[in-house]
């Protein structure tokens, strides 16, 4: 694939990315009511067949004072059919009635995030990462995803330092490891990049990205040859740190809510 047309793709997913989130974070809406919700459910042709009943069987149940897992399988739900607002307001209200609860705690976070609310969705994560020793009920109980999302959240708001701190807690975490040097590349430190170059190189020896980044480093090093052969390699190779955290997180509460 030729270099520039990967960076005018790469450009325009991130575009695509920063124009969704100001949308969620300036457009976003409140929860629906649950007489309206229920309206919206039954009109829309999009949602008549995403399980109607099963959806009214977990509402009867939380609002019947449920239990936990009630309550996040009716998050999952909300979360499947991109219900956002209403995910976060369940999850919140079942963080409060179950405030030790890892996987409730994550799963408002991962709500947050979705939303763009930027500052609440790292104090949250913070919150959970800090239950991860009692943790239960979610594959994702290690304290990397945690920090990769913290991390991820301080560049949405500006704070490279900040992210940076973060990516330091999950260094061992590839796509952490890739967020790390894309920052310290931006920083123009060069040195911490060259430290992390050899991990990406052997987790992803044929990505794009990292030919991309030793390219770089060449140039920034006055290494004219180096750099030359590097662009020169990056050209023939694809884009392998695609790592999308949320649509990982998504993927999971859909399994969960079908049972898969």
């Known amino acids: 694939m030729n270099r ?3 960076l005018a793709l790469v450009l325009g997913i991130e575009l695509a990315a920063a124009a969704v989130a100001l949308v969620r974070h300036f457009g976003g809406r409140e929860p629906l009511a649950l007489g309206e919700l229920a309206l919206h459910f039954n009109q829309s042709d999009a949602l008549r067949d995403v399980l109607p009943a099963e959806h009214a069987r977990c509402l009867e ?4 004072n449920g239990r936990a897992d009630d309550w996040f399988r009716l998050v999952s739900f909300y979360l499947t059919i991109g ?3 209403e995910a976060e307001y369940y999850a919140r209200r079942a963080c409060e009635r ?3 609860r890892f996987d409730l705690s994550y799963t408002h976070a991962i709500c947050l995030d979705v939303l763009g609310r930027v500052d ?3 104090t949250a994560f913070e919150a959970a990462n800090a239950m991860i020793d009692g943790s239960r009920g979610m594959p994702a109980a290690n304290d990397h995803r945690c920090w990769f999302f913290i991390g991820r959240n301080e560049l949405r708001r500006d704070d490279p330092e900040a992210a940076l701190r973060a990516f330091q807690r ?8 890739w967020l790390a040097a894309r920052t310290l ?3 123009g430190r060069w040195d911490d990049v060259a430290t992390l170059l050899p991990v990406l190189t052997q987790v992803r020896p044929d990505a794009y990205e990292v030919a991309l980044l030793q390219a770089r480093l060449a140039e920034a090093r006055g290494d004219a040859t180096s750099a030359e052969r590097d662009y020169a390699r990056s ?3 694809m884009p392998r740190f695609g790592y999308d955290p949320v649509k990982q997180a998504l993927q999971h509460y859909r399994e969960h809510f079908m049972g898969r």
């Open 120 to 122: 609440e969705a790292i």
């Open 170 to 177: 999950a260094r061992r975490f590839p796509p952490v490891v």
């Open 185 to 187: 590349a931006k920083l």
């Open 98 to 100: 179950w405030p030790g």
């Open 235 to 237: 050209d023939s190779l």
């Open 83 to 85: 219900y956002y607002p």
């Open 61 to 64: 149940l939380v609002e019947s």
């Open 4 to 6: 520039t047309n990967v």
